[in-house]
């Protein structure tokens, strides 16, 4: 077994949809980014390389290649899950903590957390309870609790296939 951990933040951009784990999240701002800034996807992109120690979302989907501006994060989840399986391991679990002081996420957490288990648990029907995700504040504090932005927290655990 192997465990990766992930992190991601963005600032909120005006005239930007909002994506958190593969669901358009109805709120006022989007988050700035080359891609869709799928904050909580690039944390468990992150934790699921790391813990194949394969590299990291940068060295995969550099910001500096055009070809990923605009890209749909669900996408690069999907290349990164059939990555870590082709290096020989299985996706456990996946934790995540997504910190912003809104929009309000526990109206959106079971979409977010079944469209993450479509992703990387096809093949099973109870994917989601290995899918974790949490919704925190951050007390006002710093430039998240300002509002100016999501950070996300994200561990996995991979098996031996």
């Known amino acids: 077994m192997r465990v990766g951990f992930g992190y991601d933040s963005h600032r909120f951009e005006e005239g930007r949809k909002l994506f958190l784990g593969g669901i358009e999240i109805p709120y006022e701002k989007g988050l700035k980014g080359h891609s869709d800034a799928d904050v909580l996807i690039h944390a468990i992109i992150d934790a699921l390389l790391g813990a194949a120690a394969l590299g ?7 910001d500096t ?8 994060s669900t996408k690069l ?4 899950v059939a990555e870590v399986r ?3 391991w299985r996706v456990g679990n ?3 903590t997504i910190i ?5 996420l526990l109206p959106h957490i079971a979409a977010i957390r079944s469209r993450l288990a479509e992703i990387l648990f096809p093949d099973e ?10 919704g925190k504040t951050n007390e006002k504090m710093d430039d998240v609790g300002a509002g100016e932005g999501i950070e996300v927290h994200a561990i996995t655990l991979l098996d031996n296939l």
């Not at 989840?77 to 990164?80: G, P």
């Not at 912003?100 to 309000?104: F, G, Q």
């Open 56 to 62: 990291d979302i940068g060295s995969h989907f550099p």
């Open 125 to 134: 029907v109870d994917g989601v309870s290995r899918v974790s995700v949490k």
């Open 100 to 104: 912003c002081e809104r929009p309000k």
């Open 94 to 96: 996946v934790d995540a």
């Open 77 to 80: 989840l999907e290349a990164v």
């Open 65 to 72: 290649d055009e070809k990923w501006r605009g890209a749909d």
């Open 86 to 88: 082709d290096a020989g």
